[in-house]
Structure formats: structure tokens, C-alpha cells
């Protein structure tokens, strides 16, 4: 089949294909089962005819004379053919060399044309019944030879041929088959309709899922496909499926949106970062080129500020560039560490240090985890970066803490795991200002940040989680409204 014999059968509607497809399988088997019946009634009718000639023959056979006429001569081949109901008998009576001998009783139209029948025939034919054509028009008989014994002994004088038409038989089938066709369109026509009817039924789950497909298209992505059936069932396992495919797709769509909204706050942010030093720095030139610095120490105390705006601006993009460095690859950027043994105190021993020299009157304590003394934390880790962690959440204790707050520096392991904590007991932190902490450029208190750090990016707690999940850690945050908040660092132990 080519494509466009194809072609006609695709513009049909699914509804259409399938009730074509059922009327042809109900045609198929109203057709089969119809000639199967009216071929089995049909033998029967003829083996009922058989049976009806061979008794009008066995009668005849008998007779010792066959009379000239067999209404008044011989009423035992009336009575028979009339008891056995053969409105239309042709009897005929042959030699031994199979010529007819005497007609006893003659057909009421053509008679049929028998083949040679003489006594050898008659015997090889045994009495068994045989078709024969009428010597004009299509009449059929069904004929039977049988021999004829004399009266004083066995031996044959003949035969006699007994035939009855089959036209009665014809024509009940011709008429029982005409009504039996129309009974099967009758049959066909109320089942297409009841089929009609049942298939569109049977396909309105198709169509409210089509409805739903389409609303999806046009972009409602929180639209999803009814249970129509049960879950175990062809209709129930599509809906589960084209449900759970909406969901990925819906999940992953909300990912991209907040993807690209985290992308363009983080480029916003960026830029308002480079802009704020590169404004001053352009703002002293412009200065010093329009005359405004006349005095030397004008020109030092400027250079001085361009120098700590450059350093700033420095800093900035070493730490955007880590930051890009940590999300490109998190193997390969643990490749790039310089991993040794280590135990976590002496990072807590810096971070007590540091936390004393950068607020002499702040209460610094050094313990285990959730108190009690510290303990060996024993890692492999790469030294400069895991003290890039502490330096981070020792300034971020310092920007978001009001001065003199106490800080507890936790260092031992609990669970399998080296643990380094940083509790203060600050203002805290709400939950969605925890779930944020780890965000780039997020800063919960922007004002006290930027007077208490002198412009921080936001990028310190970022650094930190990346830097430990890069060693295969992870940092977790403890924090409420007025409990403090509590950073805790967790490493793999190494033996």
C-alpha cells in the first residue's frame, strides 16, 4: 500500500476507525455464521429429500409388477409418495441394459437426464443417492437407482430410478436466505448505532484528557489529567503517567524561573557591588583632574581611598571567580584542594584568636559541640580554604552580633562526623532568613553590614558552604528570633 492509499484511512477520527473496524469484524462473523447455518440447513433439507426418495424407490423396487399408471394400478407408490411428500416424482422403471423400459410416473415439467444406468452402474452406485440435471432449464433432482428382483426369483430384471425434484428445497433456501441477509442488516445497522453511541462513550476519557492536553499547551501547567479509571487499567496507567510528566515539567519550569530570577538578582547584584568602588574610584580621579586635590595629603588621603576601593573591587571578583570556580565542577574543584591531615582545634584555636583581636570585649568560649570541653576533630582537608570557611563566619558573627555579644566556639565530632560550631547569641535569625543565609549577596541586616564591614557582597556564607560541601561536608544552621544562631560545620572524620 502506498502512501496515499494510506492517506484516507489517517483522516479518520479515532472513533470512526474503531467502529469501522468492529462493523467489519461483526460483517465477518454475521456472514460466516449465516452460510455456515444455511449450508447445514440446506444438506439437511437434501438428506431429508434422499431419505423420502429412497423409501419411494425401496417401495417400488418391491412391487412384482410395475403398473401403467400409478394413481390407479398401484396405491402402494401413490400412498408412499404421498406419505413421504414428494409433490414432484419422476419413476421410471430400466432394463438390465440400462434403456427405459416404462415411465410410471412422469414429471410435472422436464424430466431429469439420467446417465447409463445399467445393472453394472446400478450396483456400483448402491443405492446412494445422486444429483441430476433436468434435460431443459436448471431444475436439480436428486435421484436413486435401485435394482428390481422378479417375483418367482432373485434374479434382476432391471432397475427402477426413483428421482424428486429439488426445487422445493431451492427455493426455501433462496427465500430463507434473502430474510436472513436483511435480518443481518437490520442486525448490523442497530449495532452500528448502538456501537456509535458506545465507542463515543467509551472515548470520552480520550476527550477530556484532549481538553486537558490542550489547556496545558496554551501554557496552564497546573492543569492535570482526571483518574477517569482505575490506576491498574490502560486508561488509569496514562493518566499517572501524563500526571507524573506534568509534574517534572511544571517542577523543572519553576526551577528555570527561579534559576533565571537568582541569575539576574545575582547579576543586579554584582554589578551594584562593581559599581559602588568604581564610583569612588572614578569620583577621585575626576577630582584630582579638575584641580580639587592642591595639597599633597589631598592626593595621599585620595590614593588611600582609591587603594582600599581597588582591594575591595579585588576581592570581589577573587571570590566571584572561586564561587564560579566551586559551581563549575564540585569534582573537580575538590581535585584542585590541597587535602591533608588536619584536626579541626586548630581552626577553632585561629577563629578564637581572630574573634578576640577584632572585638577585644566579646566573650569568646572554646568547647565541644553543644558544650562540655573540645575534642580532636581529626579531617583531610586543605588548611588555607577550610581557615577561608572560619574567617567567613568569624566576620559574619562579628557584622550581624551587636558588640560584646558571646560567642562559643564549638570543635569535637558527633555522629561519625568532625564537627566545627559557631553559636552567638545574637538577634537570630526568622526561618526564611535562614533558608536564605547560603544565598549570594543576600544579607539580612544590609545597613549594619555595610557600616560594621565596610561593605560586605554577601558572598562570605555562600563561600563557606561551597568550600565544605567541596570537601564533601556540609554546613547546617540552628537559628530563631532571639536564640542566636548557631553555624555548624560537619567533615567526614579521617583516622
Do not use: C
Request: aromatic share 2%; charged share 25%; hydrophobic share 45%.
Amino acid at each position: 500500500m502506498n502512501g496515499a492509499d494510506a492517506r484516507p484511512s489517517r483522516g479518520l477520527s479515532l472513533r470512526s476507525r474503531l467502529l469501522a473496524i468492529t462493523l467489519a469484524l461483526l460483517v465477518a462473523a454475521l456472514l460466516a455464521s449465516t452460510g455456515l447455518v444455511i449450508d447445514q440447513l440446506q444438506r439437511e433439507l437434501v438428506r431429508q429429500l434422499d431419505e423420502r426418495v429412497k423409501g419411494v424407490a425401496a417401495v417400488t423396487a418391491r412391487l412384482p409388477d410395475l403398473p401403467a399408471v400409478v394413481s390407479k394400478d398401484a396405491p402402494q407408490v401413490r400412498e408412499s409418495v404421498e406419505q413421504l411428500w414428494l409433490p414432484d416424482v419422476y419413476v421410471t422403471a430400466l432394463g438390465p441394459d440400462g434403456q427405459v423400459t416404462q415411465v410410471v410416473r412422469q414429471a410435472t415439467g422436464p424430466a431429469p437426464q439420467l446417465p447409463v444406468l445399467d445393472a453394472a452402474a446400478v450396483a456400483k452406485r448402491d443405492g446412494k443417492p445422486f444429483s441430476a440435471e433436468a434435460a431443459s432449464g436448471g431444475e436439480t433432482w436428486r435421484a436413486v437407482a435401485v435394482p428390481r428382483a422378479s417375483g418367482e426369483s432373485d434374479a434382476s430384471t432391471g432397475s427402477v430410478v426413483v428421482a424428486g425434484s429439488r426445487s422445493d428445497v431451492d427455493d426455501a433456501m433462496s427465500q430463507l436466505t434473502k430474510k436472513v441477509l436483511l435480518i443481518d442488516a437490520a442486525v448490523l445497522g442497530l449495532l452500528g448505532l448502538a456501537g456509535w453511541f458506545a465507542v463515543r462513550g467509551g472515548l470520552r476519557p480520550l476527550r477530556r484528557i484532549e481538553t486537558t492536553a490542550a489547556a496545558i499547551a496554551s501554557g496552564d501547567l497546573s492543569r492535570r489529567v482526571p483518574q477517569l479509571a482505575a490506576p491498574r487499567t490502560e486508561l488509569g496507567r496514562l493518566s499517572t503517567s501524563l500526571n507524573g510528566m506534568l509534574d517534572r515539567i511544571e517542577a523543572g519550569n519553576a526551577a528555570r524561573a527561579e534559576t533565571e530570577q537568582r541569575m539576574r538578582r545575582f547579576i543586579a547584584d554584582v554589578s551594584h557591588e562593581l559599581r559602588t568602588p568604581l564610583a569612588g574610584i572614578k569620583g577621585f580621579t575626576e577630582l584630582y583632574r579638575m584641580g580639587g586635590m592642591p595639597d599633597r595629603s589631598d592626593v595621599d588621603t585620595s590614593m588611600n581611598r582609591i587603594e582600599r576601593e581597588a582591594g575591595r573591587l579585588v576581592g570581589l571578583v577573587e571570590e566571584l571567580l572561586l564561587l564560579a570556580r566551586l559551581d563549575e565542577d564540585a569534582a573537580a574543584a575538590a581535585q584542585t584542594l590541597q587535602l591533608t591531615p588536619m584536626d579541626l582545634r586548630t581552626l577553632a584555636a585561629d577563629a578564637l584568636h581572630d574573634l578576640r583581636a577584632l572585638d577585644p570585649q566579646r566573650p569568646v568560649a572554646l568547647t565541644g559541640p553543644g558544650g562540655g570541653p573540645p575534642a580532636a576533630a581529626p579531617v583531610l582537608g586543605d588548611e588555607a580554604r577550610l581557615h577561608q570557611v572560619t574567617s567567613n563566619l568569624v566576620g559574619n558573627a562579628i557584622a550581624h552580633t551587636p558588640a560584646g555579644t558571646p560567642v562559643r566556639i564549638g570543635v569535637g565530632t558527633r555522629s561519625g562526623l568532625a564537627v566545627l560550631e559557631f553559636h552567638d547569641a545574637g538577634p537570630g535569625m526568622t526561618a526564611d532568613q535562614a533558608r536564605r543565609a547560603f544565598d549570594r549577596f543576600y544579607r539580612a541586616d544590609k545597613a549594619r553590614a555595610r557600616a560594621r564591614i565596610g561593605g560586605g557582597a554577601g558572598l562570605g556564607l555562600a563561600i563557606a558552604d561551597s568550600l565544605v560541601r567541596a570537601h564533601g561536608g556540609r554546613v547546617e544552621i540552628e537559628t530563631a528570633p532571639g536564640s542566636g544562631a548557631n553555624f555548624r560545620v560537619l567533615l567526614p572524620l579521617h583516622s
